[in-house]
């Protein structure tokens, strides 16, 4: 006989609006945002944490949110892709970039590269080729050679902006 799960309270500030949601303790918090929030820009791509495409920021920090419990992330600031498009709908600095440069083919990696590529250029806003590559590490794309994607990034810290 199966027993229902114990739902837990959680509270979360995502793309600066406050939620407070009930959870099943094993619920991802990638699931959350998809199913829950409805903010489907941010991919579930390969379920074992190596791609990359369910990349968010979590306090300001680059995280694949398949790795992370809904309830551990209790209280925290999470921003989504969706979170990065500013009033009007205007393209942020970073997808602007990625735009500009053909950074993307079929789209699937774009968010989680944009969602690592901020806190990369929040704490190094000159970065070198090498630092870009290695700072995009964790994130796969199987379409573009991350040529593209790395000149967007490049692009950002020549012209001095912030993401």
């Keep these: 006989m199966s027993h229902p799960a114990a739902l837990h309270t959680v509270t ?7 939620k407070t949601i009930a959870v099943e303790a094993r619920r991802l918090l990638v699931h959350l945002i998809r ?9 579930v ?8 495409a369910c990349t968010v920021e979590i306090d300001g920090h680059a995280v694949k949110s398949c790795t992370v419990l809904a309830v551990m ?3 925290a600031s999470i921003t989504t892709i969706e979170g990065l498009t ?3 709908a205007e393209l942020s600095p970073i997808q602007a970039a990625f735009h500009e440069h053909h950074a993307l083919q ?19 806003p000159d970065p070198c080729e090498h630092e870009i590559r290695h700072g995009l590490a964790g994130n ?8 593209n994607i790395v000149r967007a990034v490049e692009s950002l ?7």
């Design 106 to 124: 079929c789209g699937f990696c774009t968010p989680g590269m944009a969602m690592s590529a901020r806190p990369l250029l929040k704490d190094n």
């Design 73 to 75: 992330a209790d209280g």
């Design 140 to 147: 796969i794309c199987r379409c573009t050679g991350y040529h």
């Design 157 to 163: 810290a020549s012209k001095g902006h912030q993401p």
């Design 86 to 88: 500013g009033i009007g």
């Design 12 to 18: 979360l500030d995502v793309n600066g609006t406050h």
């Design 35 to 43: 199913e829950e929030l409805g903010l489907t820009g941010t991919h």
């Design 45 to 52: 791509g390969c379920d074992t944490s190596q791609c990359g």
